[in-house]
């Protein structure tokens, strides 16, 4: 169950014919597309849709299982409608928006956010047209997703979108004209929902703070990339980023928005010898975390999305380390080695410890050779008797 179902540009072309018995449905071989017949771009969107819209069933599922175990917070797949972007594909949102909206109602009912964080590519400081022209259909193709969701006042206003600000094109003053330029140039629905994420690259929370603030744009702070670029000025510790917090919470509250921020740690830290790690090696991010945030507080509500490989089982270890109000560990039982499945298992045993996915495998069995060989022995007797 996932909502990044795609398919290949040449996929979308081939059905783009007829089938060969229009009355029957589509089989590989038995009912392939007619490619001697002209191509119908209404077949080929439609194929594109049905993908789409198999994507989009599978957000309430997953909703309903985040909130059977205590988890409210999930960032909805970019790539949840293929191609809804592209130059010369792109496409309204409109035949999945009862869809949309009974996922909308569903996350209301659970009281779960959603966000989203539009790819890499999507740059709107980028010196070429080309690549702005992308980004802002990008960002109007997830404002649209978001919207057809219909969700309340506050779930509205928390469904935001990521984005980085991409390259520093070897000037960061010019970089940031540019950002100015475009953003003024956006539609207040996008402008409403935008935020910018520090990133381990080329900006650290020094370079967007003070464009956040003029703007009015929430600041989404990474504390896994902090690590990894910061100002100069700043040693790059938590502690002397936690003086930056009260300034970074103002860029939501502005808003009425519920503050974001994304923890996940690097994969390798130290190298053998025991120094620092390179900062190349450093960015991967772990399989699961071992903490959370140095600085958290009652009165100012954050939602932490956690960035890991193992997904919600690192939410899981999580809760399991820190057990509190609210936490849900007590419904996230531990998974039996090869004896029990996710399906259906009634003790919601979900859980296992990192490198063990092999737990969900059936035990294998064990092949005694010389019992085997005595086996056959006997089964040859048989037959010559």
């Known amino acids: 169950m996932f909502c990044s179902r795609t398919c290949r540009l040449e996929t979308i072309r081939h059905r783009s014919h007829p089938l060969v018995d229009p009355t029957r449905p589509y089989h590989s071989i038995k009912n392939p597309p007619n490619v001697a017949t002209p191509v119908n771009p209404a077949y080929g969107l439609a194929f594109l849709q049905n993908v789409a819209l198999a994507n989009a069933l599978d957000i309430i599922p997953m909703l309903e299982w985040n909130a059977r175990y205590g988890i409210r917070f999930m960032r909805l797949s970019s790539d949840m409608f293929p191609y ?23 996350a209301a009912e659970l009281d779960h956010r959603v966000t989203t964080h539009p790819g890499q590519y999507t740059q709107l400081a980028s010196p070429r047209v080309k690549v702005v022209r992308a980004s802002i259909r990008d960002l109007v193709y997830h404002d649209q997703m978001l919207t057809l969701m219909s969700l309340p006042d506050q779930l509205d206003r928390d469904a935001v979108m990521v984005i980085h600000m991409g390259g520093t094109f070897g000037d960061k003053p010019a970089t940031l004209n540019r950002f100015v330029k475009v953003y003024e140039t956006l539609n207040e629905s996008i402008k409403k929902r935008l935020v910018l994420e520090n990133d381990d690259v080329g900006w650290s929370v020094l370079d967007l703070l003070p464009i956040c603030e003029r703007l009015n744009i929430p600041l989404v702070l990474d504390w896994h990339h902090h690590t990894i670029i910061y100002d100069e000025s700043m040693s790059g510790t938590h502690e002397e980023l936690i003086l930056l917090l009260p300034r970074i919470a103002r860029t939501w509250e502005r808003k009425g928005i519920t503050q974001k921020q994304h923890y996940s740690e690097p994969a390798i830290m130290h190298l053998s010898d025991g120094s620092l790690a390179p900062r190349t090696r450093r960015r991967k991010h772990s399989a699961r975390v071992r903490g959370l945030p140095p600085w958290r507080s009652s009165d100012v509500p954050v939602d932490l999305c956690i960035e890991a490989k193992d997904k919600e089982q690192a939410v899981f270890e999580l809760m399991r380390r820190f057990e509190g109000e609210g936490w849900a560990w007590h419904d996230v039982k531990e998974v039996k080695p090869h004896v029990c499945r996710l399906e259906g298992d009634i003790d919601r045993r979900v859980f296992w410890p990192e490198g063990k996915e092999d737990w969900l495998k059936h035990r294998k069995r064990k092949v005694n050779i010389e019992e085997e060989e005595e086996k056959e022995e006997e089964k040859e007797e048989e037959k010559k008797e």
Do not use: I, K, M, N
């Open 84 to 106: 809804a972007s592209h130059e010369t594909l792109h496409y309204d949102l409109g035949f999945a928006s009862h869809v949309l909206a009974a996922a909308g109602r569903v």
